[in-house]
């Protein structure tokens, strides 16, 4: 119950706020009934990694590897963490761990894709997402993630390409803005970003990222902040080449020190 609430509201399916609630409390319930148990831990981790308390979160995923060092949930986000306080290439190894200790979990490796896009691997981003897509061709954001890597790579209609062939209706709305954008088809790029805009909640931190790829500064900050309490892909800011415009900005400071992060890398 723990993993399905933190889950739901990572899919933008109910608020976070009140989602994280509910899973501490079944996560800490999990623990009552059998502290022996990692998978609560590894959840009530992530809880507290998106509140942004680091010592905390350590601490608890600390108690889920010492009841199984094998378990793929908090191997994930200690990779995650990792790359959101300290070192990419840490978090890039502690990737490659988790994604050995669980070969056959597709979220994992979906993930372990995203990792290595903001931690500028994208030649190993690419491999993870084309072996997801050989075996299930319409797993959720897989065509999304694809899409992203090319962009950032310059290979625009290959980019355009692979966000419409996602086949979420999410994240497919999260990557037409970028690749219409960046292939001059304006008035589509402005279309795609009002269907972001009209659902917006859960997905702050993506619209941010758009505003930042189409240059505005000012509505980027007004959303990185939104996303800081209101959506967990903010763990993704420091890294993130989509935001690269804004580093120099002090504002970015401002962010990172709403999320207990003192400085850029």
């Given amino acids: 119950m723990a993993y399905v609430h933190f889950r739901r509201a990572s899919n933008g399916y109910q608020p976070s706020g009140a989602a994280y609630v509910i ?19 590894a959840t009530l981790a992530t809880i507290q990694m998106l509140r942004f308390e680091w010592k905390n979160a350590a601490e608890t995923r600390a108690q889920a590897l010492q009841g ?18 300290g070192s990419s290439a840490d978090a890039v190894a502690q990737m490659h761990e988790a994604l050995d200790r669980d070969p056959l979990n597709l979220l994992l490796r979906r993930y372990g894709a995203r990792l290595f896009f903001y931690a500028g ?18 797993f959720s954001a897989a065509h999304y993630e694809l899409g992203r890597v090319l962009l950032i790579r310059g290979n625009i209609s290959a980019a355009v390409i692979e ?29 795609a970003l009002r269907t972001m ?18 240059g505005d500064a000012d509505r980027a900050f007004e959303w990185l902040n939104k996303a800081v309490t209101g959506d967990p892909g903010i763990l993704w800011c420091r890294h993130d080449p989509l935001l690269s415009g804004l580093t120099g900005d002090p504002r970015y400071q401002a962010i990172l020190k709403r999320i207990n992060l003192a400085t850029a890398p």
């Fill in 23 to 41: 899973s501490e409390q079944e996560a800490r319930h999990a623990i009552e009934l059998d502290p022996s148990l990692a998978d609560p831990y």
């Fill in 121 to 138: 691997r994208l030649d190993e981003a690419e491999q993870l997402l084309r072996q997801i897509l050989a075996v299930n061709p319409n």
């Fill in 68 to 85: 199984d060092s094998g378990n793929s949930n908090a191997l994930l986000n200690r990779a995650i963490q990792t790359l959101t306080t």
């Fill in 197 to 214: 805009l009209a659902n917006s909640a859960g997905s702050e931190f993506q619209i941010a990222e758009t505003y930042a790829w189409f």
């Fill in 163 to 191: 966000f419409e062939k996602e086949s979420n209706s999410t994240w497919r709305s999260f990557g037409l803005p970028l690749g219409y954008h960046s292939a001059h088809r304006n008035a589509d790029a402005e279309a």
